[in-house]
């Protein structure tokens, strides 16, 4: 890698050393890793990948993680926006603290809030036992799986919203309002629209970071196989049998996923900003 | 009224969601008495844990730092081919779980991996030791300091490294005297995240520290074997010490959000 001067010749110093620096650490701490995934995934022929991806205990698992992820994304997406909305829009005694306990499951170490919510929802904890009243269990069950990937990913939607919501100009609701649009209108209308961009971005993050959640959701997952075990556990599993191409076949999968993911999300952020910029 | 039932709402569900949770941590913590509290934290196995998680966050910190300032800079000052690839490298780390991180290390760096197996003849190990829970903590704190000083970078501008460059000064100079001082803000704030997450990774530490009890069992694997041994305040006690540090890590964010320059929000 060479530098391409630009109009002025380069005086400052430090890009040899700077970029040497950031290429060993990439080489070594990202590159070498993930081509250490796909080189065993090279290994697999397709017939052995297809084996390992269609057994009934790895789909179900697929489905556990996918199902209890989307559920968690759509419940974040909206308290992510109403909680993104009252930080911004709203001020009230305590909202500086609210904003800085939204991090809070960020800052949370995933082993610590995975036994704090075992705790919780188990039928002996605060709530489960309020909820074994009424009949429903949470713990070791596919609730419990959901309520752990939004405790893990709230922070992400409500902070890829809140600038969005920022630079929203109360002024538009205003007109709106003084051109007769209803509550609703004004809602979808005026506020939603914009905010699709970010909010999809949000939801994106958030799910992307449920699907591969592992701390917080086993120890509320239950982990019985074909019931509660989610996809990162199984590989664990396979790992620890020492089975590495099963292991490298899920774990692949799941990183595929979530790279489609974030590449989609992108490329419709770009294409939505870009709309709304035209449709002024 | 809207304005009400919003803020009822989101309180109920950031109570019920978030503040719950850590009440339990702490209430079980000391269900059994501060007695039992202190002898849990005193426990031998949990003081070796927290010893090593320290050592491990103390070897990650230096040098995520140094990756993240030079990687910054670059990024920041020059333009090279390449560049965009790098930076979309640095963020990888963000989009693979923990697990599937964990795994990619051992598969080329345990001892069946071409790296791994390139290094065994010298007695070389990586895995399932200190190496291991430093390469990978270094894998998932990756973007955290370069995140952070970037903008900062692109922000101040280049002008006065180069009115520096012109009086005379060497590189190094130019660093302690100029670039360090504008970015120490930004520094700071990548230094508590990159310490946070690293104290607290779980998923893929547990994949390749092997977990040998005293040996190479982080703060986080030790909470997790005492939790499965229905030591439950032994696991609880040990949780209320990373979660302390987790509202240490939120109260430094609030100050240098509030006493630093206005940053960039972010997710």
Known sequence: ?280 | MTRFILIALSLLFLGLMVILPVIAIFHRAFADGFGAYRAAILDPETLAAIRLTVIATLLVLPLNVIFGVAAAWAIARFRFVGRRVLLILIEIPFAVSPIVAGLCFLLIYGAYGPVGALLEPYGVQLMFNLTGIVLVSAFVTCPFVMREVLPVLMVTGEDEELAAVTLGANGWQIFRHVVLPNISWGLAYGVVLTMARAMGEFGAVSVVAGAIRGQTMTLPLQIELMYNDYNATGAFAAATVLTALALVTLVLRGVLNRFGPKREAHA
């Open chain 1, 1 to 280: 890698m060479t530098a391409i001067p630009r109009s002025t010749p380069r005086v400052l110093p430090g890009l040899s050393l700077g970029l040497g620096i950031s290429i060993l650490f990439v080489t070594l701490i990202v590159l070498l890793p993930i081509s250490g995934l796909l080189w065993q995934l090279a290994q697999l022929t397709p017939a052995d990948y297809v084996r390992v991806m269609s057994s009934e205990r790895v789909l179900t698992a697929l489905r556990v993680t996918l199902t209890a992820a989307a559920a968690a994304t759509l419940i974040n997406g909206v308290f992510g926006l109403m909680l993104a909305w009252v930080l911004t829009r709203y001020r009230f005694a305590g909202r500086g603290l609210i904003d800085a306990l939204v991090d809070l499951p960020f800052a949370l170490p995933t082993a610590v809030a995975g036994i704090a919510l075992v705790s919780l929802y188990d039928r002996s904890g605060w709530l489960g036992s309020i909820l074994d009243k009424f009949g429903l269990q949470v713990a070791y069950t596919w609730w419990g799986i959901m309520i752990a990937m939004i405790f893990t990913s709230i922070p992400f939607a409500v902070r890829a919203i809140q600038p969005a919501i920022e630079e929203l100009d109360p002024d538009e609701e205003a007109a709106a309002l003084t051109l007769g649009a209803n509550g609703v209108q004004r809602f979808l209308r005026v506020v939603l629209r914009p905010l699709m961009p970010s909010i999809l971005t949000g939801v994106g993050l958030s799910f992307v970071r449920s699907m591969g959640e592992f701390g917080a959701v086993i120890f509320i997952a239950g982990n019985l196989p074909y019931k509660t075990e989610i996809a990162s556990l199984l590989i664990l599993i396979r790992l620890d049998e020492f089975d590495y191409p099963a292991a490298a076949a899920i774990a692949g999968t799941l990183l595929l996923l979530s790279v489609i993911l974030l590449v989609a999300i992108n490329l419709a952020q770009t294409r939505m900003q870009r709309y709304l910029r035209t449709e002024g």
